[in-house]
């Protein structure tokens, strides 16, 4: 079977042997396409494993229907408890590629801004994936600011969440977007 297969390929590159990466990343931009549980989270685990080859990587970040399919599964609605897995798979290939591109990062950093503050969702897991994820983001998008005062209750009730999961995640995305504000407030003095 396909799954077979591809958990074959996948261990075969990961011991270092040459093997046909577009080939592969094709098989699994089918895999995650998949309504299958085990096909989409070997689709995702090869995507990230064949993101660490330069010159397959631009194709990753660069192919529409990949893209389509993250924004997809990000945007499921939380009525079955898989579609949360979904979204916590797509979050993590995020987090794994968006050190590769900006411009692939500006793809997704409203989506995840909207998991993290608007959706309302209350799936800890999904809460504390987006907000590290929105931590990353934040770090390799020198443009992105926070808009705080139209988060600002949710983010009020993120530090007051019961869980410390949640608490943490918040706590470590607004350190980094504060230490962000201080370099950026540095670059501006030091070219008046």
């Given at each position: 079977?396909n799954l077979k297969a591809m958990w074959?390929?996948?261990?075969?590159?990961?011991?270092?042997?040459?093997?046909?990466?577009?080939?592969?990343?094709?098989?699994?931009?089918?895999?995650?396409?998949?309504?299958?549980?085990?096909?989409?989270?070997?689709?995702?685990?090869?995507?990230?494993?064949?993101?660490?080859?330069?010159?397959?990587?631009?194709?990753?970040?660069?192919?529409?229907?990949?893209?389509?399919?993250?924004q997809k599964h990000l945007m499921l609605?939380?009525?079955?408890?898989?579609?949360?897995?979904?979204?916590?798979?797509?979050?993590?290939?995020?987090?794994?590629?968006?050190?590769?591109?900006?411009?692939?990062?500006?793809?997704?950093?409203?989506?995840?801004?909207?998991?993290?503050?608007?959706?309302?969702?209350?799936?800890?897991?999904?809460?504390?994936?987006?907000?590290?994820?929105?931590?990353?983001?934040?770090?390799?998008?020198?443009?992105?600011?926070?808009?705080?005062?139209?988060?600002?209750?949710?983010?009020?009730?993120?530090?007051?969440?019961?869980?410390?999961?949640?608490?943490?995640?918040?706590?470590?995305?607004?350190?980094?977007?504060?230490?962000?504000?201080?370099?950026?407030?540095?670059?501006?003095?030091?070219?008046?």
């Open positions: 079977s074959k390929v996948l261990f075969i590159s990961y011991l270092g042997y040459d093997v046909q990466h577009k080939i592969g990343f094709q098989q699994c931009l089918k895999l995650i396409q998949s309504p299958r549980f085990a096909e989409n989270s070997v689709g995702y685990i090869g995507i990230v494993l064949f993101s660490s080859f330069p010159h397959c990587a631009d194709d990753i970040i660069s192919n529409s229907v990949f893209i389509e399919t993250l609605p939380y009525t079955e408890s898989r579609n949360s897995v979904y979204k916590i798979y797509a979050l993590r290939c995020i987090a794994n590629l968006c050190h590769i591109s900006t411009a692939f990062s500006e793809q997704f950093t409203w989506i995840v801004e909207n998991l993290c503050f608007n959706d309302h969702n209350h799936d800890a897991d999904i809460i504390k994936k987006s907000l590290m994820v929105l931590k990353r983001l934040v770090a390799v998008n020198d443009d992105y600011l926070l808009n705080i005062k139209r988060h600002k209750q949710s983010i009020q009730q993120l530090l007051t969440h019961d869980n410390i999961g949640i608490v943490n995640s918040a706590l470590c995305l607004f350190d980094t977007l504060l230490s962000k504000q201080y370099i950026v407030r540095q670059r501006q003095t030091q070219v008046i």
